[in-house]
């Protein structure tokens, strides 16, 4: 039995699904700030500021203009710069290092664990020199990175950590919203994450006022007051139109993430017993949201081919780490096992709120096929 021509595309996202779902109060909201002509600053930023805070259980939220910005604020507030150290990951995507390196300071790359994808904590005190400033663990694919053991340690030599939130916008870890687990943690809200924007977005959450003040000062000029800047600071701000679309989405936030768990519970269940295909595994402390769902697989070429051929569209995140990136030669020769492992194996199969039954089974019975020859 043939049913190849009768399938429908399996999008990797659908963004037009969900616009179609909230219309009407995405177009009210837009017509809002049009009408009241609050682009910039305003009513529509503190509102949606403050409703992030809360979502996110820290006290305060600072809208900026993307989640690279946000990094590199928090770099900035931070004083981290030349010959300065910070540990991260080079299994993540490019934004989470390049703030670290225009701001003169070099990555440390630590190996992430192989089953959260996440900064291995048991390889982080070795990383540390007396050059180190911070820790930035990322919250890859929405999965936590287990952070008790990592702020253990950060405490033990007083180092900040910043979380790279970007991908994990609700999810949990031991019942605490990633994103207030750290010193401060910076979010993206590119249109694809999990809490997406229609334009480029982003913010920083702490609880300590100080760096607060100081990176909403940094986003603005530098200003404390219209004319007065006490900083050198930059233009990155989080814009009207796109708090007002956020407020409208955050509401919905949870719904969304809890849609993507039954997706990935289901996934997880059709998918157990294929032969060479690893899904994901969540420790008990870790709530992810899902951001991606990605398994391993060793023939990942010949199984994305097939997916297409099936006409369901897949992605890899990340194909190659960071440190065997051309723009980082001094880094090619490092050897991070677990993590080019990972580049090397990894698929990201479609993973959004709007996924259908018919269209999980749809990729599954694609990998089934595959993997039978
Ligand atoms: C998306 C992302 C960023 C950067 O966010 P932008 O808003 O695109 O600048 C940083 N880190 C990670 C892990 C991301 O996924």
């Not at 405490?155 to 900040?160: A, G, T, V």
């Not at 913010?203 to 006490?230: E, P, W």
């Not at 294929?274 to 199984?303: C, F, M, N, Q, S």
Request: proline share 5%; charged share 20%; aromatic share 8%.
């Amino acid at each position: 039995m043939s049913v190849t021509s009768q399938l429908a595309t399996v999008p990797f996202v659908d963004l037009k699904a969900q616009y179609a779902s909230i219309k009407s109060e995405i177009d009210a909201a837009i017509e809002q700030v049009l009408t009241t002509t609050a682009f910039v600053k305003g009513r529509f930023i503190t509102a949606f500021e403050e409703a992030f805070a809360d979502y996110c259980e820290v006290k305060f939220a600072i809208g900026v203009g993307n989640g690279t910005d946000a990094i590199s604020l928090v770099l900035k507030a931070l004083e981290i710069g030349k010959d300065d150290e910070v540990i991260t990951v080079a299994h993540t995507f490019t934004a989470t290092v390049e703030p670290i390196v225009l701001a003169g300071a070099h990555p440390v790359f630590v190996d992430v664990d192989p089953i959260t994808n996440n900064l291995n904590p048991a390889l982080l005190e070795a990383a540390i020199t007396s050059h180190t400033k911070a820790i930035m663990p990322v919250h890859l694919y929405g999965m936590p990175a287990d952070m008790d053991i990592i702020n253990e340690i950060a405490s033990r030599y007083k180092l900040p950590v910043i979380e790279d939130s970007a991908q994990a916008a609700g999810t949990r870890y031991k019942g605490r919203r990633c994103g207030s687990l750290g010193t401060i943690s910076c979010f993206s809200f590119y249109p694809g994450k999990n809490l997406g924007a229609y334009g480029d977005g982003g913010a920083v959450c702490t609880n300590d006022f100080d760096l607060a003040q100081k990176i909403r000062m940094l986003a603005d000029h530098g200003r404390s007051d219209k004319y007065l800047h006490k900083l050198v600071g930059v233009n990155s701000r989080l814009d009207g139109l796109q708090a007002a679309i956020l407020n409208v989405k955050l509401a919905h936030l949870d719904d969304w993430n809890a849609a993507r768990r039954e997706h990935a519970a289901e996934y997880g269940r059709k998918l157990a017993g294929i032969i060479d295909l690893k899904v994901p595994e969540t420790p008990e402390w870790a709530e992810p949201i899902w951001h991606l769902y990605v398994i391993e697989i060793p023939d990942r070429t010949g199984l994305q081919k097939a997916l297409k051929a099936q006409q369901i569209d897949s992605g890899i995140h990340y194909p190659i780490p960071l440190h065997k990136q051309p723009c980082y030669p001094e880094y090619q020769n490092f050897s991070l096992p677990v993590t080019e492992y990972k580049a090397a194996t990894i698929l990201s199969l479609p993973m959004f709120p709007e996924l259908t039954s018919a269209q999980i089974d749809q990729v599954v019975e694609a990998l089934a096929t595959f993997q039978r020859g």
